[in-house]
């Protein structure tokens, strides 16, 4: 089965760590990374690793469509639209990393096969990725009324963007709770520590559902939603057992990172490119299934 | 004579020590005692400002904005100031406190992280409000940091700059250095902010003032987080020996705080060996009633809660930590997957 090929626009830090973790793909394959800094770090690291490059941003690419079957976008939300409404005119694919929020809410082990088959998806932000597999795993067992969650991240691993735009983080995440989550209502809390050495990427996720007496099925939920996130992001896992007062059950979660490209402390940005990639996967997964069946048609 | 202008936190700071359940009727009635001592801004918000209310901070018990309008038509003369920081309340919560009547917005960052303020900066000078940058736990940075980060929300546009003892972990001789740095190399007004963990809150505010400060909180009867604020009344009467002009009627905010907030407040705000401990390794003043909570749910000793989250250099907003630390401490050997 041919694996399909990759674009990844941005050689920022994102669009960097997300080249690594697409060569140990089974279904994708690293074909071209588009920045608009010929001396920028992920453009000479892509070079040296043998892929393409181009440093004339989404005009290069899209003069060169044979490159590519699929794109992930690790720029801005403000580009992100333009990007994919040229990416989408080509007939390909596009996952956004950014905050832009066109396409649907993606989030491995909760809703990744509903929307594999979607033109552009959205991975919501770090925090959304950390903490939505529990609000949704609980409210399979248990319906959760409400939501919170509380991302801490070291100074270190939070970007410019993200730092001139933290609203947007608290009012997507927030919304993902909600759709992704199955939480009634949702909110989302980041907080930055500055200590050296950095802080492990941890995430704190409280409920509340409607039912009291679920705890045994909500702690198996929790433990299987954790092993199948562990499946992508090996680091990922509670600092301690649940802790359940009445209605309101607490998680405690920490996100230990590869270490591909950022250091392992930034669980927070690894969780996310980690999250794209197994979308990727499920998208190229999908689009042989079509493919194989198109072909059955027509051997008839 | 110098003019220094007093700023009342008690319905703010305050709303930690009362579990974030103020009143509409005490709201009103506090807000009445404020106005007729002419004390020219209080501030009303969740302890954590805008948007705080939750689970991980405690849920408000009537809505803030519902309390921010029953101060404000009580308020007269006197402007409503309210307490945002990004991450915790957004752009949204800011506008809908300017609906129900705020004035001010103070946008608070963690000493270090003043870039995740701009947004929030910027809106509040789009909407009139006297705005104010408040770099919290000012005790952990440096004083050249603090300016490099004050510097930033001046380019932002904010008006005053505050130095914000949190933890109420700082030295005289540390807050007039770090208010005379910021004097001198910014433009803005500068403010202090007070914690009495280690009863120096009036002394450090003397010390502010002394420096250059122009904007000083405090709270009536100290009611704020951990052993409290400044107490306002108390500062009122110091400054008006000490010959500086507050515009404060002294015999009236010292009834407001004797009349009406002292028959409220659920504790005196003394101080106990865990406040003590606050000041004394530097933690977040809030982090107060969820560690004896947290010590008496696992039997553990507060101060050693406390001292092993001054050691993790945890930040204002991570209550989160509190109990797992304490059970930690109860079972050292626990583990899971």
């Known amino acids: 089965m041919a694996k399909l090929k990759v674009a990844i626009l941005g050689s920022g830090n994102i669009g960097t760590d997300l080249m690594y973790k697409i060569e140990r793909s089974d279904y994708l394959t690293m074909s071209v990374i588009v920045g608009i800094d010929p001396d920028s770090e992920g453009i000479q690291r892509a070079k040296a690793r043998g892929y393409q490059t181009i440093t004339n941003g989404i005009d290069g690419l899209v003069a060169c469509p044979e490159l590519f079957d699929i794109v992930f976008d690790a720029t801005t939300a403000k580009a992100h639209s333009m990007h994919s409404e040229r990416v989408l005119a080509l007939g390909k694919k596009i996952i956004d990393l950014t905050p832009a929020a066109i396409g649907p809410f993606v989030v491995p082990c909760a809703n990744l096969e509903k929307f594999a088959t979607a033109d552009n998806v959205n991975m919501v932000t770090c925090g959304g990725q950390a903490t939505i597999p529990i609000v949704y795993a609980i409210n399979q067992v248990a319906d959760v009324d409400y939501a919170e969650i509380v991302a801490t991240v070291a100074s270190k691993s939070a970007g410019p963007g993200t730092r001139a735009n933290i609203d947007e983080f608290t009012r997507t995440t927030a919304n993902a709770i909600e759709d992704v989550g199955g939480a009634n209502r949702g909110k989302a809390i980041i907080i930055l520590n500055p200590a050296d050495p950095p802080i492990m990427m941890r995430d704190t996720v409280h409920v509340l559902v409607n039912e009291g007496d679920k705890e045994q099925e909500i702690i198996k939920a929790i433990e299987d939603i954790v092993l199948a996130v562990q499946q992508y992001v090996p680091g990922y896992r509670m600092t301690s057992a649940p802790i359940f007062n009445g209605k309101q059950v607490s998680i405690f979660l920490e996100v230990e990172g590869a270490g591909d490209f950022f250091p392992t402390y930034s669980g927070n940005l690894d969780i996310m490119t980690a999250a794209a990639v197994q979308v990727g996967n499920e998208i190229a997964k999908q689009y042989h299934e079509i493919v194989r069946a198109n072909e059955a048609e027509v051997s008839k | 004579m ?336």
């Open chain 2, 2 to 337: 110098t003019k220094l202008t007093v700023l009342d936190v008690t319905l703010r700071d305050g709303s930690h020590s009362m579990r974030h359940a103020f009143t509409e009727q005490q709201v009103r009635d506090v807000a009445r005692g404020l106005r007729k001592a002419k004390v020219k801004y209080f501030e009303v918000s969740h302890g954590d400002g805008l948007g705080g209310s939750s689970l991980q901070y405690g849920f408000s018990k009537v809505d803030e904005l519902k309390l921010i309008e029953a101060a404000r038509e009580e308020c007269g003369d006197s402007a409503i100031s309210v307490l945002i920081l990004p991450g915790i309340g957004v752009k949204e919560d800011l506008k809908n406190a300017v609906k129900a009547g705020a004035k001010m917005a103070r946008v608070a960052t963690h000493v270090t992280e003043a870039d995740v303020a701009g947004q929030h900066i910027y809106l509040s000078r789009e909407l009139g409000l006297k705005t104010v940058g408040f770099l919290m736990m000012a005790h952990m940075a440096s004083t050249s940091v603090i300016v490099e980060q004050a510097k930033l929300f001046e380019r932002y546009g904010a008006e005053i700059i505050y130095v914000t003892d949190s933890a109420g972990a700082m030295l005289p001789h540390e807050v007039k250095e770090r208010v005379a740095a910021l004097k001198s190399h910014v433009s803005c007004e500068i403010g202090f902010h007070a914690h009495n963990n280690l009863s120096l809150a009036m002394a450090n505010t003397i010390a502010a003032v002394e420096a250059g400060a122009t904007y000083v909180d405090g709270s009536l009867r100290s009611l704020g987080a951990g052993s409290g604020n400044t107490q306002t009344e108390v500062m009122v009467a110091v400054f008006n020996r000490l010959g500086y002009e507050t515009g404060i009627d002294l015999y009236s905010v010292i009834d407001v705080a004797n009349e009406v907030v002292a028959p409220i407040m659920p504790r005196p705000q003394e101080i106990t060996g865990s406040s003590l401990m606050m000041g004394y390794a530097g933690v977040y003043s809030s982090f107060l009633l969820f560690t004896q909570e947290a010590a008496k749910k696992y039997n553990v000793d507060e101060r050693e809660i406390l001292l092993e989250l001054g050691k993790m250099k945890a930040v204002g907003g991570q209550e989160d930590l509190i109990a797992e630390i304490a059970r930690k401490i109860a079972n050292p050997t626990q583990t899971v997957n």
